[in-house]
């Protein structure tokens, strides 16, 4: 297997494709992490997490369902870290959880590279020093904008 490199954090919406998990987005993961790199999602935070006995929450199965398929194509996931990005919540608070996270790959966070669609979490990339791929080209300041998943995957190669 190739070096290992730091930790490439994808939006977890760039996976899905009208609420279903989009297999070709998952071979574009398994590419990657033959690559060397670690492979995490990122996401905002449900505005709460509503799991009971009888039924599981809506995030958490989609987590699941998303480990699941990327194991059965032969890759791991590291792991979903979600973010709070709600009217309230904190720019600081969010450059703190991505600075913990390069903490515990023993990285800078100026290392960490995003692809992501979401300008909050594009944003808050950026601000914790990190290198942020704007897969829909919106033009988020300080973003690398391209033209879809498969074409921010070839700018980490």
Known sequence: M?????PILIERALLLDNDEVDPAAIEHIV???RQGYHILLLAEQ???WRPTRRSVDHDLALQQELQQRISRAGAELDGVI???TGLFSRKRHRAHALD???SRYKVPAADLVFIGQDPILLESVILSG???IDARGSGVKGSVPVAGLQAAMDRLT
């Not at 190739?2 to 730091?6: L, N, V």
């Open 2 to 6: 190739a070096r290992r490199h730091p």
């Open 31 to 33: 590419a990657l992490q």
């Open 46 to 48: 449900p505005a709460r």
């Open 82 to 84: 979600y973010l709070e």
């Open 100 to 102: 913990e996270l390069a």
């Open 130 to 132: 990190g290198r942020a």
